[in-house]
């Protein structure tokens, strides 16, 4: 079958792999679509995994199932599913609390074990979640969007007025979404670029010019402020536009050497919630139940469905502009 393959660190290419052997409590997925994720770019690169190569790259994918091992139950040939990436231990000290996602020795389809961007990929039953009719291209939406939604239950956006997304990335545009979905019924991204603002106005959300004056304007008003940049000074800005009792959210990955100050005073005293979020945990359902609702906005932000040979180069080179979530389509 036809693979993409990181070889080695900073090394990829197209390559012919055996059909994948299935074990018991294993299921085969025929690939249909495979989301493009700047993880896959840090996986390649050593920033994100255990840089355990060879490995297929995608982890956020769809497909059918071809053929299940022994003892599996749940799902059978035939059946249309989407994957689970996460791999977590199930007893160590996050794990037992239910936070699978901070498992300490996480690991994952597409980062420390073969994924999606292949014709064909063996992956646990528990990893499996039926997806019914849903179009694959949109069901392959369902991993970033449970990162998003186990990011928005760090915070309270109960009585949340309205919202500010810095970042109009296609994960940004998926928080945008999914915040609007959620119930806030003012919801606003910031970006710098002018082509991004004016999809943004496609998608039924306020776009915002990222300007120092703006930005002024806005100060200690907005109830949810999201970062879906990681850039540290942006994130530093996000302390001004916050309202009294609201909430920031540290959705984009900065550098891990990064600082930035805040005044611990205003935390106190305006009373803010600081959260992070990383990965999703178990949130696949939840995303499925959100697409059914606001997919139709979601799906626009699928801007280039390519063969894997095509996957292959955007994977290795520099990238050109214009474009949102990349996919690659199988089928
Ligand atoms: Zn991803
Ligand atoms: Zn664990």
Redesign the pocket.
Known sequence: MKAIVYNSLGSLGLSDLEMPALASGMVRVKTAAC?L????IDVLHGRYGNSSFPVVPG??YSGIVEEVGEAVTSVSAGDRVVVDPNISCGHCRACRRGLRNLCETLQAYGVTTNGGFAEHSVVSEANIVPIGDMPFNLAALA??LG?VLNGIGEIETKGAANAVVVGAGPIGLLMALALKDAGIPDVSVVDIDEGRLDFVRTLGLNAILSAPDTLASMERSVDVVVDATGVPAVVEGLFNLVANGGNVLFFGVCPPDSRISISPFDIFRRQIRVAGAHSLNHNIPEALAVLRRSGEAMSKIISHELPLSDIASYLDGPHGGGSMKVQYKAF
Do not use: F, K, L, N
Not at 37 to 40: I, L, Q, R, Y
């Open positions: 989301g994720c700047h993880t896959d982890h956020e991993e970033p990162c």
